[in-house]
């Protein structure tokens, strides 16, 4: 029967398919009982065996980790997992329940969380999570197939649903050809967002009850733009969802005609357009879309979803081919900014912070690991051999931040050309001004930056104490906040008085209703994904850019959100609107 389930868009396109269910944990395990015990309880053994391992090798290479809460955190893991208790409750529930690895750790989960539930100390009570994560573990464990963590099989044209979803998960996913993908929780704005709609991946996110309300092979229907999915889609639907491919064919050949033509204002103002380019399918669509250069490319996606660190050579090659595709235009490369939701598997992402957006992520973790930075300077310097590069520094909040960041460089350019490879004269270096206090103490830093690029994404969330990822917040989380629009005021100013060049590579940059309001604020760089390119193209050909800049007054005159969005509308019916309404 038809149903209907409503999320947020989050990643454009529509999605046909099957439905894969992905639950969330091992406690949707249904009771399961197997013929052959002795084999269940082998393959329970092995999964021990595989985590142990795991978990040791984590520990390893957390040694000298900066945040001895980490290391502690696994130690403690490693304790709950030797438990005799939670292992010999786990064998007797197999061997003499003959119950199946899986429905066994739900019981024993359950059993200890009993117990811990009971306590009065909430310390103790909280120690739950560890043990979920720990049986968390050896549930994925339980279903690997020896080849490093992939699914026992892939999703090639399935629709998966599942409570949430991390870049490294997607990229993997979208590798095995996946349609779409429904989540209960997640926001738009999170990393796995961007990289949906990098990747064309249909994306629909707070789908409240999904997994509840989708039984394994449904038919769906997903609409990535609206948010709306259908189960066992009707004749309707069906047309709908050719409707919306049609729809999206024709307007990208309509778009298509603006491949080779400027990014100019009706009155003549030429306006940058940069890629955020993630993969070499985005560089070569940069290329094709006549951006300026690569304004931000997020290196921290080489390192997600692999085990091992790539070493100097590797980084090297990537960086080489990034300049080399973008043929004589800059390319700017952003140091590592992992952290936060881009986790890897490397283990060099803390385990256990308590706060993870306001750990040590960015420019800290790499100014605390300086091995692992010096190797991808050095990468980087030697990549400038072959054309022109910019390098950017992610979460700086301090002026001194970015003076080590500098003298490191300038270190990495010397032992580059020390080691007979050929460097760049000068590397310019900018940061990302997407912590307020970046923002507000700019005055005093500006000098030591080259460039600047706003990251609205995260400005946002700090500005706001909204965070990104949390979608029952994404009400609160918007850039139409009169203190986000006065900070972008003035940064962007501030810049241009020093005469820095000012992008803005947030996600805000690529949307084209903003561009009247960003070109009203003084921007004249953007960075954006390929995919919206266009886009933002036609709306800065059909703006005047002297009335939106006459218009800026009444703009920094409004005092809540409802009041800028009327400024847009205004902005929009009086002509100056981007090609918005047209
Ligand atoms: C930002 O914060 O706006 C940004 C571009 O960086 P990221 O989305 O990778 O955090
Ligand atoms: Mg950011």
């Given at each position: 029967m038809r149903r209907e389930l409503h999320g947020h868009g989050a990643s454009r396109g529509s999605a046909l398919g099957r439905a894969r269910l992905r639950m969330p944990?091992?406690?949707?395990?249904a009771e399961e009982r197997v013929e052959d015990s002795a084999a269940e309880l082998a393959r329970l053994h092995a999964a021990i065996a595989v985590v142990r391992a795991e978990m040791q090798a984590l520990r390893e290479r957390l040694q000298d980790a900066l945040v001895p809460e980490a290391g502690e955190f696994l130690d403690l893991h490693a304790l709950l997992l030797d438990d005799p208790e939670l292992l010999h409750g786990l064998d007797q529930l197999v061997r003499d329940e003959s119950y199946s690895a899986d429905y066994a750790l739900r019981v024993q989960r359950n059993r200890i969380a009993a117990v811990f539930e009971g306590m009065d100390d909430a310390y103790l009570r909280s120690r739950i999570d560890d043990i979920d994560q720990v049986i968390g573990r050896l549930h994925a464990a339980l279903h690997r197939d020896g080849s490093d963590g992939a699914p026992v099989r892939g999703v090639a044209g399935e629709i998966l649903v599942t409570d949430n979803v991390g870049p490294a998960e997607l990229a993997q996913w979208h590798g095995q050809g996946v349609m779409g993908v429904v989540t209960t929780g997640g926001s738009p704005l999170s990393h796995s967002a961007i990289l949906a709609r990098s990747l064309h991946v249909p994306l629909v996110v707070g789908a409240a009850g999904a997994l509840q309300k989708i039984n394994e092979g449904d038919v769906l229907a997903v609409d990535g733009a609206s948010g709306l999915v259908v189960l066992e889609p009707g004749p309707a639907d069906l047309r709908a969802h050719r409707a919306r491919l049609r729809e999206l064919a024709r307007e990208r050949k309509q778009l298509n005609r603006l491949r080779r033509v400027p990014s100019r204002t009706l009155d003549g103002v030429d306006i940058r357009l940069w890629a955020n380019a993630e993969s070499r399918e985005d560089v070569a669509e940069a290329h094709a879309l006549g951006?300026?250069?690569?304004?931000?490319?997020?290196?921290e996606f080489l390192f997600l979803g692999s085990n091992v660190l790539p070493d100097e050579d590797a980084q090297f090659r990537a960086y080489r081919d990034l300049v080399l595709g973008m043929t004589g235009r800059t390319t700017t490369i952003r140091t590592l900014d992992l952290g936060a939701d881009k986790a890897d598997r490397t283990g060099l992402v803390l385990e256990g912070e308590p706060n993870p957006a306001l750990g040590l992520r960015g420019v800290r973790l790499s100014l605390a690991r300086g091995a692992l930075f010096a190797t991808q300077l050095r990468a980087i310097a030697r990549a400038s051999g072959y054309g022109p590069v910019r390098v950017l520094v992610p979460m700086v909040a301090a002026r001194e931040e970015v003076l080590a960041v500098r003298a490191l460089l300038r270190t990495a350019m010397d032992e580059a050309r020390a080691a007979g490879h050929e460097v760049a004269d000068t590397i310019p270096l900018g940061a990302m001004i997407e912590v307020p206090a970046a923002a507000i103490a700019l005055p005093g830093f500006a000098d030591a930056l080259d460039f600047l690029s706003i990251g609205t994404n995260d400005l946002v969330q700090y500005l706001l104490a909204v965070d990104r990822n949390n979608d029952a917040l994404a009400e609160l989380y918007s850039p139409l906040h009169p203190a986000v629009i006065r900070l972008l005021h003035d940064v962007i100013r501030l810049a241009r008085a020093r005469g820095k060049p000012v992008a803005v590579c947030g996600e805000m940059a690529g949307d084209a209703a903003f561009v009247p309001l960003l070109l009203a604020l003084g921007l004249e760089e953007f960075s954006l994904h390929p995919a919206t390119l266009l886009e933002v193209r036609r709306a800065i050909r059909g703006a005047d850019l002297g009335a939106l800049r006459a218009r800026l007054p009444a703009l920094l005159r409004a005092r809540d959100r409802a009041g800028i969005e009327a400024w847009m509308q205004k902005a929009a019916s009086a002509g100056d609107n981007g090609g918005m309404n047209a």
């Open positions: 944990d091992v406690f949707e395990v951006a300026a250069g690569v304004g931000l490319y997020r290196t």
